[in-house]
C-alpha cells in the first residue's frame, strides 16, 4: 500500500490519500481524541502523540497537529497507523457510527428557497475546492442575509481561511443570491 501525502494552506494540517475509499458517503470530522471512539482509524491516529485533529473525505485522511511537534517526527507514525489499519480490515467508522452527510440543517419557511440556492452553491463550487485542500464547510444557518457555515478539517483553525469565507464563499454567495449580505463562521 502506498499513501501519498499533500500539503494544506494549513501548516498545521496534511492530507494523506491511501490510494482507496476512506468513508463511501459525506465526511467525518474528528476535532479532539474525545470523540474518536465513533472510528477504530481515527483512534488509532489519535494515539499518535501530537495530533490534535483527524478529519476523513472520501478519499483522504487529514490530520492536524500540535505546534509543538514537527511533521518529520509525526508523519512516519501516522503513515503507518493508517497502513496498519487499511490492512487490518477493520472498517473506518465503527457500526452505528455514521459519517456526516455534509451539514445540511433544515430549514423551511419563507427562506426555503434561498437556503436551497445556498446549498446548490456550496455543493457544486465550494466543497469540491475545499476537499482539494483537504477540509470540508457545512452550512449551518441562514437568517437576515447572513450565512452561517462551519469548516472542518484543515480548513478549521487554518490562517487562510477568514479569506476564504470572506473573499471567496462569500462573494461566490452574495454573486449569484443577492439576499445574502455576508458570510460568518460558526464554532460547534
Not at 494549513?10 to 465526511?27: D, H, I, M, R, S
Not at 518529520?72 to 487490518?88: C, D, N, T, Y
Request: net charge negative; glycine share 12%; proline share 6%.
Amino acid at each position: 500500500m502506498f499513501i501519498q501525502t499533500e500539503s494544506t494552506p494549513n501548516p498545521a494540517t496534511l492530507k494523506f490519500l491511501p490510494g482507496q475509499t476512506v468513508l463511501e458517503t459525506g465526511t467525518a470530522d474528528f476535532p479532539s481524541a474525545d470523540g474518536a471512539s465513533g472510528s477504530p482509524l481515527a483512534a488509532r491516529i489519535f494515539d499518535v502523540g501530537g495530533v490534535t485533529g483527524v478529519f476523513f473525505g472520501t478519499d483522504f485522511v487529514t490530520v492536524t497537529k500540535s505546534d509543538e511537534v514537527d511533521w518529520e517526527h509525526v508523519k512516519p507514525a501516522i503513515l503507518g497507523a493508517i497502513m496498519e489499519h487499511f490492512q487490518s480490515g477493520k472498517p473506518v467508522m465503527a457500526e452505528g457510527s455514521g459519517a456526516a452527510s455534509g451539514g445540511h440543517a433544515l430549514h423551511d419557511g419563507e427562506d426555503a428557497e434561498i437556503v436551497t440556492q445556498i446549498k446548490e452553491l456550496l455543493d457544486t463550487r465550494v466543497r469540491p475546492a475545499v476537499a482539494q485542500d483537504g477540509g470540508d464547510i457545512t452550512f449551518h444557518g441562514f437568517d437576515r442575509g447572513v450565512v452561517y457555515l462551519h469548516m472542518q478539517g484543515a480548513c478549521a483553525g487554518c490562517p487562510s481561511s477568514t479569506l476564504t469565507l470572506k473573499m471567496g464563499i462569500e462573494n461566490l454567495l452574495r454573486h449569484y443570491i443577492p439576499e445574502v449580505v455576508e458570510v460568518r463562521p460558526v464554532a460547534v
